[in-house]
């Protein structure tokens, strides 16, 4: 148990719906990010948030939503996605973000995604 | 950040230590070294990190060449419950805070 919680676990979508995925985090840190870990490809870092505000967007399409209500909360929202967009959803909270001694990730569980 | 290698899998024995190699020849010397590893479907785990110093934790011990171009991750007594991917990571500790994920080493613990 990192701290860090991921719902759903599991997740069946058609391209054609909408739904989000929900992130949250009991460790009082400042950062959170969203990865993403397609099958036999390692883990890519998606988006950035520091103290709410987005701080990276590694030029996601934008059928992929984020948002930071808090620093305790993520979410990620999707739209029409493809199915190549089926993965492993992941999210990291750290302390700091800017490189000091507390910016250790802690990962959540994952969200595994499949698009039909 | 500076380029990681690694063996792509590798056994070891339950109970025994394993040692898990990683090349970073190309290092600079504000990199860190972080270890995480994966256990299937779930997230990453943190393990240790450090600079220059040996460092040990609850987890592994993390040794570190004087000349910082590879290190080791010991787990001193592995179980069935270590077999994972484990991932060797370098990076400047500034903003951006990226952790760039490579395809790590594939330890399989065999009772």
């Known amino acids: 148990e990192t701290g860090v919680t991921q719902t759903p676990r599991h997740l069946v979508m058609g391209m054609t719906n909408k739904k989000s995925l929900k992130c949250e985090q009991h460790l009082g840190h400042n950062a959170m990010y969203w990865y993403k870990q397609s099958a036999k490809k390692p883990l890519e870092l998606m988006f950035v948030y520091n103290f709410k505000e987005q701080t990276e967007n590694n030029s996601v399409p934008s059928r992929f939503s984020p948002e930071c209500p808090n620093s305790s909360h993520l979410f990620l929202h999707l739209h029409t996605l493809q199915p190549e967009d089926s993965a492993l959803y992941l999210c990291?909270?750290?302390?700091?973000?800017?490189?000091?001694?507390?910016?250790?990730?802690?990962f959540g569980p994952g969200t595994r995604l499949t698009v039909l | 950040d500076a380029k990681t290698t690694q063996p792509p899998s590798m056994d070891c024995a339950e109970g025994r230590a394993a040692n898990l190699p990683c090349n970073h020849s190309t290092i600079s010397g504000n990199e860190y070294v972080y270890w995480y590893r994966q256990i299937h479907s779930q997230g990453p785990q943190y393990i240790i990190h450090g600079l220059k110093n040996n460092e040990t934790n609850e987890m592994a011990s993390l040794i570190i060449t004087e000349d910082r171009k590879s290190s080791t991750l010991i787990l001193p007594h592995a179980t069935l419950r270590d077999t994972a991917v484990y991932y060797c990571i370098v990076r400047v500790k500034a903003a951006g805070n990226k952790l760039t994920f490579g395809g790590g080493t594939r330890v399989l613990v065999k009772p």
């Open positions: 990291a909270s750290s302390q700091d973000y800017a490189g000091g001694p507390t910016d250790t990730q802690y």
